[in-house]
């Protein structure tokens, strides 16, 4: 590789940037002064809408031809806890023993360093000029609602005439070890609350009320028994998971006058937001019959599912991944949600970055050896894009 910033002093950088959600911190006015310099057309732009914080975002590019290929990710960060925990400061970027250590070293700053320095090394050898075009698409709103980040800032990029062909992000795609997994694809996301209404009263008058615990535990286990599906060529079954119930009852003579019960279904291709609602209102009205009354209250969701077909934009990470590593990555949709799923809508997407097994834990942080070999996976796609 030629003599351009390295990852390492890159995210070592961004690291001392304490850019906890929504805050910035100067995050992206590290990845600003070094796009500049290395010839980009770097925007700044901010959104927001009532009752949440407005979010800074970056948009850089240099070229103006196809194809176009555009590296996205965010660089806000989870809180980091006890900081009195944590072996070394959690901003402070320290390296010891072969690790980078530092809240979002592996989600995902270390990620965003390692594609920029691919970039700068590919530019360096190129004449600071891509046969085609390359962008960079930075987020300071991945880890917390996700309404003023990629999803406008990927609205905003439209409305100027921006067109993208491909993909990377560079969230911790991998498992155990650096190479391991791409993931082409993530289910969707959806949230409901389920409502059992019953009749308020005293336990020792049981026939003058009507409790709805036992008959939300039967509901419960009604939706929570019977699979919505076996699963699809890419995908794994989708599931429905109950994640709290209450009664807001303060007393213990009181038989409640209502039973609430949150839950969560990750969805596979076989179901839109819409059918899958269908579906389960479907089981749960069969579930109570004529005598058990009970709702469900849905939530808004921007969580749906997207899968990218493999094909040749796959078959070029996949070279370049087993060429610097020496595994062939498995092309995985498992996991949660992530900003892919905006950018699904405008090209195809992967993602592919460090190993995530440290990533929102106390002491968060990556082998250095882990940041030079992703710098070099993405070098290497992008001779394999331009060539």
Known sequence: MTDALSALSIARDLLRCPSVTPADAGALGVLEAILKTAGFEVHRVTFGEPGTADIDNLYARIGCSAPHITFAGHTDVVPPGDESAWTHGAFSGDVKDGFLYGRGAVDMKGGIACSVAAVLDYLAAHDGKPKGSISFLITGDEEDISVNGTIKLLQWAAARGEKFDHCVLGEPSNVDVLGDCIKIGRRGSLHGMLYVDGIQGHVAYPH?????????????????????????????????????????????????????????????DLHTQETLRQLVDQRLEKACGNRIRARIVWEPSNSNVFVTKPGPFTDLAVAAIEKVTGRKPELSTSGGTSDARFISSYCPVIEFGLVGQTMHQVDERTPIADLEKLTKVYRGVLDRYFD
């Open 208 to 268: 003058r009320a009507s409790n709805p615990v036992p008959d939300i535990s039967r509901l419960i286990v009604a939706l929570s028994d019977e699979p919505l599906d076996h699963g699809s060529a890419q995908f794994q079954a989708s599931n429905l998971e109950f994640t709290s119930v209450d009664v807001g009852n303060k007393t213990g003579n009181v038989i409640p006058g209502q039973a609430r019960a949150k839950f969560n279904i990750r969805f596979n």
